[in-house]
């Protein structure tokens, strides 16, 4: 029995729901994220949520339900909305994620330099959806924490 929650953030199409999936090996397809999704032990959250400060409070609000949170960025992507350090206030375990690294046009250093600016010092994941190349190591590191 898993007791505590992971909650993932990051912007509109960086692949939260995808890796929520693939962390629960659930096969069903992903469908567009309208509201906050609980499922046993994962909250994914909508990427409006990330990319509207207006939101924020309710994402502060709701990593106090979560001991572990996923920062999510798109290695295809050169943003990350998310204000430097953000999770810095939350009492809460922050592991950065890096998605898509299947992708041709995937850039990791880019990737890394942006989520620093979120998670100056924590540890770094890279995984792969479609590949599940990293899922099973992030799986592992999530579920030590919960
Ligand atoms: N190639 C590739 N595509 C991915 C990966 N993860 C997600 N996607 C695709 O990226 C799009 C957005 O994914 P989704 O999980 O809905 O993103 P969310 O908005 O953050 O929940 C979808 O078309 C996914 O199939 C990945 O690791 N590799
Ligand atoms: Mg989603």
Redesign the pocket.
Known sequence: MIKGKVM?I???????????KRLLKDPSP?T??QALSYSDWII?T??EYSENPMFYRSLIATSLEARVLLV?QDATKALQSLPPNFSGGFPIVPLGVI?????PDADIVRAERLLRQVLPHQAIFR?????FEGVSELREEILRHL
């Open positions: 993932l990051g912007p509109i199409g960086s692949g939260k729901s995808t890796l929520t992903v567009k994220t994914d909508p990427g999510i998605t898509k690294i299947d992708l995984v792969s959806s479609v590949t």
